[in-house]
């Protein structure tokens, strides 16, 4: 990175830096996730309560989740989180992915995930935005 480089091309590569840190570690609870839900067919299970000591950065956060599976619909969500146990692992454990790296507010279900990722695999290219 040269000195001359505008901040938003460094704050672009700080954030691609943590998603690429962040991905690989929500690959097994994901996993995790579609087995226990049948890829989201089946209730998955609730927030589970955060019982750590550690208090390292340690915090209590409302995140409204999107669900747009059986309705649309948006749901509060008071989540704990510390550095032993991040925000998305928390979320991805009750079937959300977090809609930004730090600190979500916003989070959507994983299974209208699937759904758009399947529609983006199967729909016809010249549908898709910026297709000429
Ligand atoms: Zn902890």
Not at 3 to 19: G, L
Not at 61 to 88: F, G, I, K, Q, W
């Amino acid at each position: 990175m040269s000195a001359s480089q505008p901040w938003w091309e460094k704050s672009k590569e700080i954030v691609a830096d943590h998603w690429k840190h962040l991905l690989p570690t929500l690959v097994w609870p994901f996993m995790h996730w579609c087995q226990e839900t049948s890829y989201g067919w089946h209730e998955g299970p609730g927030p589970v309560p955060i019982n750590c000591e550690c208090r390292k950065n340690s915090c209590r956060v409302e995140v409204t989740a999107v669900y747009m599976d059986h309705e649309c619909r948006l749901e509060n969500h008071l989540l704990s989180y510390c550095e032993c146990h991040p925000l998305a692992l928390t979320l991805l454990g009750i079937g959300l992915f977090p809609a930004s790296l730090i600190c979500p507010s916003i989070a959507f279900s994983l299974g209208h995930l699937l759904v758009v990722s399947k529609l983006f695999i199967h729909i016809s290219p010249t549908l898709l935005p910026g297709a000429a």
